[in-house]
C-alpha cells in the first residue's frame, strides 16, 4: 500500500513538473511575441512614416490657421408657472406636510 501511494505520488509530482515546463514554455513565447509586436508598433508610429503617409495622401504642413468663432447661444428662459396652479395646490397638500 505504501509503495503504491508512493508511485502515485511521484507520478502526479512528474506530471505538475511536465506542466510547469510547458507553462514557462508558453510564457517565453508569448514574452516574445509581445517584444515583436512592441517593435512593430514602435515602427508604424515612427513620425518617419507617418510623414511618408501624409506626404503620400497629399497633406502638407498648413500655410495659414483659421479660428472661427460661435455665438453663444440663446435659451430661452422658462414660464414661471400659473399662480392660481401653485395656490390650489396647497388646498391638497395634507397638514402635516405643511409643518415641514
Known sequence: MLLMS???LMSSLTG???AIS???AQREALQEETM???DRIAALRSDERLSE???RLGMGEPQHFA???LQPVHVAAARKPFPLFSSLAGLFVP???RRQ
Open 6 to 8: 508512493y508511485v502515485v
Open 16 to 18: 505538475l513538473s511536465y
Open 67 to 69: 479660428m472661427i468663432r
Open 95 to 97: 397638514a402635516v406636510a
Open 22 to 24: 510547458g507553462a514557462r
Open 36 to 38: 515583436r509586436l512592441d
Open 53 to 55: 503617409l501624409a506626404a
